[in-house]
């Protein structure tokens, strides 16, 4: 493929999509999610903004580190120590890139800035130069460039690429733009900008009028040749454009787009799950390619139509967005050794013996409560171990739960807490609600039930029962997740899950401060 005729996939759930509140990951899972991206064969991956935190530093590192095909991105402020700690984190990257940016628009030059556009656009070049110093492949981004004037950014595009700009991304960052409008900036800045031929223009929507993806693809039928996206729509507020929406789009239109993508779409379906079971966030039913009911048929006429001839009702094929891969990988008899095989297939390693022994442990457990074992219950069995390894402050030691008719459910819960083992009982409407009031006896946190969910991970009435829990505390959103065949213990995991980072909050500064 030319590079004319190629689509660049830029990922950003890693970095925009964990600015989802209560969407925050740890390293082993983003990680994991780096890992699948890349099996996916998506272009360049923004793995977080390192200056932001310790833990975003160690994490950029780390998928720097891990990911060898796909470029490894990081994002910086246009400040110096920002690129510094950037082009730090990427240092074991086979490709990295450094992606830095200012806002350009006159409401975020005049009040948040308070910066004049001459000093934006010195501040810019500035940055780019400094970025140059660590890597040949530097992104550079004017922020809002959806309500920024069109002069300014030819001004200011044209300055960041004499020095040295490879990509200029041009973010819609506050969701504002309609598709026929981005598309036209996009052409009149490739057109207006003189050296607009010695870079990639790039696009980054966000969804906040429900137009991300239709201002992505108007702005790839107007010449821009990479998207940033991410897995289910994930991001700040409404999300950013969904990566399976745009290159299903992009691929099922080939009369339309002379482009296209390298991506493995089978990858697809088990990416978004990854991403949801990690993060907690359900995909709705309804959503585009990935949803539950994205290819089911429920009336008749759709039903008869599809028996009789596939394209009457389907414009794409379910296997080739990944549906197949939900099949029965281990049961009961596999060995220690399939269960790591296929794990490793799933992007996820064990660093030592003991951690492969104690999830072994859970497989087998759970292949004793369930016959087939699905990747999915894999991937839930492994984000549900990561969150007991490190040294958590809460613990489900115990849970029993007593439910009747004509009563009130009454519920005994045991947890260690700071290594003293504490026991409390509770009665609430229902069992899930008799189990969080005694939690809540042993570790009043104070905080609020926002919202509480259950998806079952597979088909089935064996099938495990995922809980999302997400409590606010003072404000902050945090969210937590439990996997279980016994949804009650499920949803206690989940609970005391969201209580371990009630109580580590995390500090990360926000990338738009
Ligand atoms: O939405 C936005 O403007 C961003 C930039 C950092 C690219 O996320
Ligand atoms: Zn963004």
């Known amino acids: 493929m030319s590079s004319a005729d190629r689509l660049i996939i830029f990922d950003t759930t890693l970095r925009d999509g964990e600015q989802s509140p209560g969407a925050s990951m740890n390293m082993e899972e983003k990680l994991r999610i780096a890992r699948a991206l890349e099996r996916m064969h998506v272009d360049v991956i923004e793995a977080g903004f390192p200056v932001a935190s310790p833990g975003d ?6 998928v720097a580190a891990a990911v ?8 910086a402020r246009a400040l110096q120590k920002d690129i510094q700690t950037a082009g730090e ?20 030059m005049e009040k948040k800035l308070r910066m004049s556009p001459d000093q934006v656009v010195e501040q810019a070049v500035q940055a780019v130069k400094w970025a140059r110093q660590y890597t040949d492949d530097v992104e550079f981004s004017p922020e809002d460039a959806g309500r920024s004037e069109s002069d300014f950014l030819c001004r ?4 960041v690429i004499d020095a040295g700009a490879t990509t200029l991304n041009i973010p819609d960052t506050v969701g504002y733009n309609l598709p026929h409008q981005f598309g036209n900036l996009i052409s009149e800045l490739i057109e207006r900008i003189p050296n607009s031929d010695k870079a990639i223009f790039s696009v980054h929507c966000h969804n906040d009028l429900g137009l991300a993806v239709g201002n992505s693809l108007s702005a790839v039928l107007n010449g821009a040749r990479q998207v940033e996206c991410t897995i289910n729509g994930l991001g700040e507020r409404a999300g950013n454009a969904s990566l399976e929406e745009v290159v299903m789009a992009v691929r099922t239109r080939q009369d339309l787009f002379s482009c296209d993508t390298r991506l493995d779409t089978t990858q697809i379906v088990p ?12 995909v709705q039913p309804n959503k585009a390619v990935v949803g539950s009911n994205a290819f089911a048929h429920e009336s008749g006429i759709h039903q008869d139509g ?11 094929r379910a296997e080739d967005v990944g549906w197949s891969a939900n099949r029965m990988v281990l049961g009961k008899h596999s060995g220690r050794n399939a269960f790591k095989t296929r794990l490793q297939d799933l992007g996820v390693e064990f660093e030592t013996q003991d951690e492969l022994n104690e999830a072994f442990a859970r497989f087998k457990d759970l292949a004793d409560k369930k016959h087939e074992i699905y990747d999915e219950d894999l991937q839930a069995l492994v984000t549900d171990a990561t969150q007991w390894s490190s040294d958590e402050r809460f613990r489900l030691v115990a849970l029993r739960v007593c439910s009747e008719t004509g009563e009130s459910p009454e519920a005994e819960v045991t947890l260690m807490i700071d290594d003293e083992e504490r026991s409390g009982q509770a009665t609430g409407a229902g069992p899930v609600d008799a189990v969080f009031r005694a939690i809540e006896l042993l570790v009043d946190s104070q905080a609020k039930l926002d919202l509480y969910s259950v998806n079952s991970i597979t088909e089935g009435t064996d099938a495990q029962g995922e809980v999302t829990v997400r409590l606010d505390k003072e404000g902050s959103m945090i969210n937590g997740q439990g996997s279980d065949t016994d949804i009650v213990i499920a949803s206690a995991k989940a609970y005391v899950h969201a209580l371990n980072r009630v109580v580590e909050p995390d500090q990360r500064a926000h990338p738009q401060l």
């Open 306 to 316: 599809v028996l009789k001839q596939r394209e009457t009702y389907e414009i794409m």
């Open 57 to 62: 530093f160690a994490a950029v590192k780390a």
């Open 89 to 108: 984190a990427l240092k074991p990257a086979v490709r990295g890139r450094i992606h830095t940016f200012i806002a350009t628009s006159p409401i975020h």
């Open 68 to 75: 060898k095909e796909s470029t490894v991105c990081g994002l």
């Open 271 to 282: 990416c978004s799950k990854l991403v949801s079971g990690i993060t907690g966030f359900p």
């Open 156 to 159: 200011i595009l044209e300055a």
